[in-house]
């Protein structure tokens, strides 16, 4: 789980996963995982997770607020 006070290293890799469709979307560095997610061109972000390599999970509303992270605009 993400916490507010960790750093966030946007180029670390994971796999956004459909939960509905039971499919995996893309593997990718985090900065692209999220975009991707609040695009939606697979459905809606309610619909998705990311699962990182090191075994985080990112729920919905994780991946919202990493959306809106300033460390993600550069």
Do not use: F
């Not at 699962?51 to 993600?72: F, K, N, Q, T």
Request: charged share 25%; aromatic share 4%; glycine share 8%.
């Amino acid at each position: 789980m993400w916490t507010p006070l960790m750093e966030i290293d946007w180029n670390s890799v994971g796999t956004l996963k459909h939960t509905v469709g039971g499919y995996d979307i893309r593997t990718d560095a985090l900065k692209i995982l999220v975009t991707a997610a609040m695009q939606g061109h697979e459905g809606d972000v309610t619909q998705m997770r990311i699962e990182m390599e090191d075994g985080v999970v990112l729920l919905p509303d994780e991946i919202r607020c990493l959306a809106l992270a300033r460390s993600r605009i550069r």
